[in-house]
């Protein structure tokens, strides 16, 4: 299994950024997937999840309004897009995939499946 997240960079506060993260050797409609965030010193936090279909979200209260998450299992691929980004969404942002789905899960022991991460800096 492999997840491959793409599109961070460096955008000034107020800005915006889409991220994707395609995802190969696994039945990619058979999971949820996640999206978190690590900011240097913090611990990694639950950033956003979308359903195995896509037609259904869950986003960390803070986050809902800026940021979307959405899914294309055609193309194997989950996105996020970032909007009115401030300085302290900088942060190395991960995908990830869980089996799980009775719930939503935001906790990174739920999650099976990580990408490499990638990073998003944003400038005052």
């Known amino acids: 299994v492999q997840l491959q997240a793409s599109g961070g960079g460096l955008v000034q506060a107020g800005g915006s950024l889409g991220l994707s993260c395609a995802a190969s050797?696994?039945?990619?409609?058979?999971?949820?997937m996640g999206w978190f965030r690590q900011a240097p010193g913090n611990e990694r936090e639950f950033v956003a999840a979308?359903?195995?279909?896509?037609?259904?979200?869950y986003y960390r209260d803070s986050l809902k309004g800026r940021f979307s998450i959405s899914r294309d299992n055609a193309e194997n691929t989950v996105y996020l897009r970032l909007n009115n980004l401030k300085p302290e969404d900088t942060a190395v942002y991960y995908c990830?995939?869980?089996?799980?789905?009775?719930?939503?899960?935001?906790?990174?022991?739920?999650?099976?499946?990580w990408g490499q991460g990638t990073q998003v800096t944003v400038s005052s």
């Open positions: 979308i359903s195995r279909s896509g037609d259904s979200t």
């Open positions: 990830a995939a869980t089996v799980y789905n009775a719930r939503w899960y935001t906790h990174n022991n739920d999650y099976g499946y």
């Open positions: 050797g696994l039945i990619f409609s058979n999971y949820v």
